[in-house]
């Protein structure tokens, strides 16, 4: 089984460009997840999909952020205009069922962003 | 605020020698507390899920422990081998929420 696979795997962009980040989740997962680790901090959570549908975006920074999963299939992280302070490892995770979630998602291997 | 609270320095030991890491926090009541690994470059794997009404929990070489009266967990590997070296991240889980809370993690080193 493929595991859940994120790409770019470095990014490099300057100030004020936008900058779009992409999961593929394991096949037949319904919840998706991004999570965000800036340098020297702890891994925060984003957001959180169930299928196409937005179950959680309590950890979204501000409006400058934009995630879509078109057809509950893939997850896109867009962020524009990209401001310094969004440099870090980006992460997106997936799960089959929610209620096994306690037992931790599968995570991809995570963006490195950095805006210079 | 709530606060997770894992050693920033690196554990560094021999091989063979039981590993010991610690994840202490404040300000939460966690009904469940999880163990992961994460390697440089590579996202975090998940070890061990413990809950709040468990003492102890065992995995094949691992354990964890969880105390919620001195809300602390600890994290054990036994006979401890290079390959374990990794970064070890606590997160803790309120009922009802899949959305894990994470520390930053701790560093181990094992010596050959």
């Known amino acids: 089984e493929a595991g859940v696979t994120q790409f770019p795997s470095h990014s490099v962009i300057e100030k004020g460009q936008t900058v779009t980040l992409r999961c593929d989740p394991i096949?037949?997962?319904?919840?998706l997840y991004w999570y965000r680790r800036v340098m020297g901090k702890e891994i925060k959570f984003l957001l959180h999909?169930?299928?196409?549908?937005?179950?959680?975006e309590s950890g979204m920074p501000n409006n400058r952020f934009l995630a879509e999963r078109t057809g509950g299939t893939y997850s896109t992280l867009k962020v524009q205009p990209a401001e310094l302070e969004d440099s870090g490892v980006y992460f997106c995770?997936?799960?089959?069922?929610?209620?096994?979630?306690?037992?931790?998602?599968?995570f991809g291997s995570g963006t490195r962003l950095t805006v210079v | 605020s709530q606060k997770i609270e894992q050693n920033s320095e690196a554990l560094n030991i021999q091989e063979g020698k039981t590993a010991t890491l610690t994840c202490n926090y404040t300000?939460?009541?966690?009904?469940?507390l999880q163990w992961y690994r994460q390697d440089p470059g590579r996202g975090p794997v998940f070890l061990l899920l413990?809950?709040?009404?468990?003492k102890e929990k065992r995995k094949e070489r691992l354990k964890v422990t969880f105390d919620t009266t001195l809300k602390q967990s600890l994290f054990h590997i036994t006979a401890s081998q290079p390959a374990d070296s990794a970064t070890y991240l606590c997160?803790?889980?309120?009922?009802?929420?899949?959305?894990?809370?994470f520390g930053r993690g701790t560093s181990l080193i094992v010596h050959p």
């Open positions: 995770a997936s799960s089959q069922d929610g209620t096994d979630d306690y037992y931790g998602y599968t």
């Open positions: 413990i809950r709040e009404n468990e």
């Open positions: 300000n939460y009541s966690p009904a469940y």
């Open positions: 997160a803790l889980l309120s009922g009802g929420s899949y959305i894990p809370t």
């Open positions: 999909f169930v299928k196409e549908s937005k179950q959680d």
């Open positions: 096949s037949g997962h319904d919840n």
